[in-house]
T-cell receptor
Framework: DAKTTQPPSMDCAEGRAANLPCNHS???????VYWYRQIHSQGPQYIIH???NNETNEMASLIITEDRKSSTLILPHATLRDTAVYYC?????????????FGGGTRLMVKP | SQTIHQWPATLVQPVGSPLSLECTVE??????LYWYRQAAGRGLQLLFY??????ISSEVPQNLSASRPQDRQFILSSKKLLLSDSGFYLC??????????FGPGTRLTVL
């Protein structure tokens, strides 16, 4: 699976959009981009995933560049409860073990 | 949706003692199951995964072992714990969808 690079930490004001970048320059054609988040001392929570097209769900939007070498997770109106570590992961859908390789993530701090 | 149960929630064990952490899954059948470890302030590391009863794959050489005696039961074990085994252990399950569902975790401290 391709490796990802994320900034170690970011701050965001409550109510504003949080834009979390991820670089995955070695991504291959069949690899999806996944985002999970982990609130302190809890298990990771799935947020969203995509292959080529931008995706949106009730939690967030995922913007993937045309060359797929980077992506941005957008939390449109960040709340204090969105404070967490956000992990960007790329993996192959056909990987036999369907494993997720978590990097260091971005620690998002939402401030009032 | 799937529900993942893990116990115990916290555990303090002396070096050299045995370990058994249990994970059970509800709401699905024949899932892929995973054990991850998270050291303090670091990302998750995949330890083991299982695609079926009795089928275990190890991702990293270590002091731990895993077993899957039943379809929805996944056990993480050690015969003799090391200080470096301390961490937050997470069990995850995946079936049909692209998501992995994670359990609440077990925080292990080895003294």
């Amino acid at each position: 699976d391709a490796k990802t690079t994320q900034p170690p930490s970011m701050d965001c004001a409550e109510g504003r959009a949080a834009n979390l970048p991820c670089n995955h320059s070695t991504i291959s054609g069949n690899e999806y981009v996944y985002w999970y988040r982990q609130i302190h001392s809890q298990g990771p929570q799935y947020i969203i995933h995509g292959l080529k097209n931008n995706e949106t769900n009730e939690m967030a939007s995922l913007i993937i560049t045309e060359d797929r070498k980077s992506s941005t997770l957008i939390l449109p109106h960040a709340t204090l409860r969105d404070t967490a570590v956000y992990y960007c992961i790329v993996r192959s859908y056909n990987n036999a073990g369907n494993m997720l390789t978590f990097g260091g993530g971005t620690r998002l701090m939402v401030k009032p | 949706s799937q529900t993942i149960h893990q116990w115990p929630a916290t555990l303090v064990q002396p070096v050299g003692s045995p370990l058994s952490l249990e994970c059970t899954v509800e709401g699905t059948s024949n899932p892929n199951l995973y054990w991850y470890r998270q050291a303090a302030g670091r990302g998750l590391q995949l330890l083991f995964y299982s695609v079926g009863i009795g089928q275990i794959s190890s991702e990293v050489p270590q002091n731990l072992s895993a077993s899957r005696p039943q379809d929805r039961q996944f056990i993480l074990s050690s015969k003799k714990l090391l200080l470096s085994d301390s961490g937050f252990y997470l069990c995850a399950s995946r079936r049909d969808t692209n998501e992995q569902f994670f359990g609440p975790g077990t925080r292990l401290t080895v003294l």
